[in-house]
């Protein structure tokens, strides 16, 4: 594994949520690039590139934590306008999610992983490439992601693949 091309990132993939994504995607029929629905996901936290030694560790400290359960109400649009990024996410984000959030934070910076985030928003990517305020009120999305994914993102002249090295089941009741 190069460590070059080994950026990482931890997400809930959202492929279950891809029929009533697409179909808001269609609805709102903005400029940019569309998410395909194979690459719908919910960020936890991004990596960006990691040493081997480095992915070794993340792992086994991963294998480790606990991962509840967590229902989410995406129910809100919004713009990152500066990384020309629409996304949808919760407008009260479950408290689990964001302890799981600041847990996996903290882990990752005690073993020199990513960079520290100024505040967690959990957000699924609709659009790249897009610049947009004007966004309508929307019906809301029950989302109850099903497992934890490690991702290595490549970028390619298409935009980035995503590949999922390791998946982690999340609890049920």
Not at 52 to 66: A, G, V
Not at 82 to 90: C, E, I, S, T
Not at 113 to 140: E, M, N, Q, S, W
Not at 149 to 166: F, I, N
Request: proline share 12%; net charge positive.
């Amino acid at each position: 594994m190069a460590n070059d091309d080994n950026r990482l990132f931890l997400a809930f993939p959202a492929e279950q949520l891809a029929p009533a994504l697409e179909a808001l995607q269609h609805r709102l029929a903005l400029p940019g690039r569309r998410i395909p629905p194979h690459q719908l996901h919910l960020t936890l936290h991004f990596l960006g590139q990691c040493s081997p030694e480095q992915q070794s560790s993340l792992l086994t400290q991963l294998d480790r934590l606990p991962l509840p359960g967590i229902e989410l109400e995406l129910d809100r649009l919004g713009c990152f306008p500066r990384a020309g990024v629409v996304w949808l996410g919760p407008s009260q984000p479950p408290p689990a999610l964001m302890t799981l959030a600041e847990t996996v934070e903290l882990k990752c910076r005690a073993l020199g992983i990513g960079k520290p985030h100024k505040a967690y928003r959990p957000h699924i990517t609709l659009f790249r490439h897009c610049k947009t305020h004007d966004l309508p009120v929307i019906t809301p999305v029950p989302y109850r992601p099903q497992a934890l994914c490690l991702y290595r993102s490549t970028l390619t002249d298409q935009g980035p693949v995503y590949e999922c090295l390791k998946r982690w089941l999340l609890k049920r009741d």
